[in-house]
């Protein structure tokens, strides 16, 4: 069973205009998959409609076969959303706001207190968790949003540009722990305009182009004999402020 069915999902906003048009995905376990397009393309308004956060007309989006629509606690205990922008309780420190996420979890102290350690290590943030949100920079913002995530072992995760605003180091531990979710049965689902990122570390990909699914499948079946940015212009085209390319 897919860990993330999106079926025939259109999102109709006021004025008649579809910023999605009946599209279909299956996100499998093992999965790491990329959903790329230009910007204006449909891919945060799918993303914010899987994780609950926006309502949608048409089809439907089943986790681990519940639909989002009407089980969205049941949905929401099984995967970790994380945006393009982090909107954190500024008033919390970095270690209330993870202890609030594992409250709402009900993990237990000593999972809590070794999982706040081991991804606080790993993302180099342990020694500003005493601090407050409001003092932290967008990437240190970044970095508390994936702990928070990862400490209660999501199935699956939904991530919407999380490369932006991480360092290097940071941008190598999310990726590793991406690995490390989908290798473990679990599934990782993102949006990013960095396509050497995603030709690299993904096993799937789907391309949108004005809310219309162009291209899906297996990375390599997708590519063919191009690399992902020559396919992605061959389809789409070039708009600016649509890709992005990292060295």
């Known amino acids: 069973m897919s860990i993330l069915d999106i079926k025939n999902f259109s999102k109709i906003y006021k ?7 009946s599209l279909t995905l299956a996100v499998e376990p093992g999965d790491l998959f990329a959903f790329i397009g230009h910007n204006g393309a449909g891919k945060s308004t799918t993303i914010r409609a899987v994780a609950g956060i926006l309502d949608f007309e048409e089809g439907d989006i089943l986790i681990d076969g519940m639909s989002i629509k009407k089980q969205p606690l049941e949905c929401k205990s099984v995967f970790a959303y994380i945006p393009d922008n982090p909107d954190l309780y500024e008033h919390l420190t ?7 996420i594992a409250d709402i979890f009900g993990l237990s102290s000593e999972a809590r207190e ?10 180099e943030l342990t020694s500003d968790l005493g601090d407050m949100i409001s ?29 932006v605003g991480l360092d290097p180091k940071a941008s190598v531990a999310l990726k590793n722990q991406m ?6 049965g679990g599934a990782v689902f993102f949006s990013t305009h960095v396509l050497d990122v995603a030709e690299k570390l993904c096993t799937k990909v789907a391309m949108i182009d004005h809310g219309r699914l162009v291209a899906a499948g297996d990375m390599d079946s997708v590519r063919g004999d191009e690399s992902l940015e020559e396919l992605f212009l061959s389809l789409v085209g070039s708009e600016e402020g649509g890709i992005n390319h990292e060295k």
């Open 135 to 163: 003092s932290y920079s967008h990437g240190m913002k970044q970095k508390l949003a994936i702990i928070g995530a990862l400490i209660h072992h999501p199935k699956l995760m939904i991530l919407d540009e999380p490369f």
């Open 94 to 100: 970095g270690i209330g706001y993870l202890n609030f």
């Open 15 to 21: 004025g008649g205009k579809k910023a999605v048009d």
């Open 179 to 184: 690995r490390r979710l989908c290798k473990e």
């Open 114 to 123: 070794r999982d706040i350690k081991k991804y606080g290590d790993e993302f």
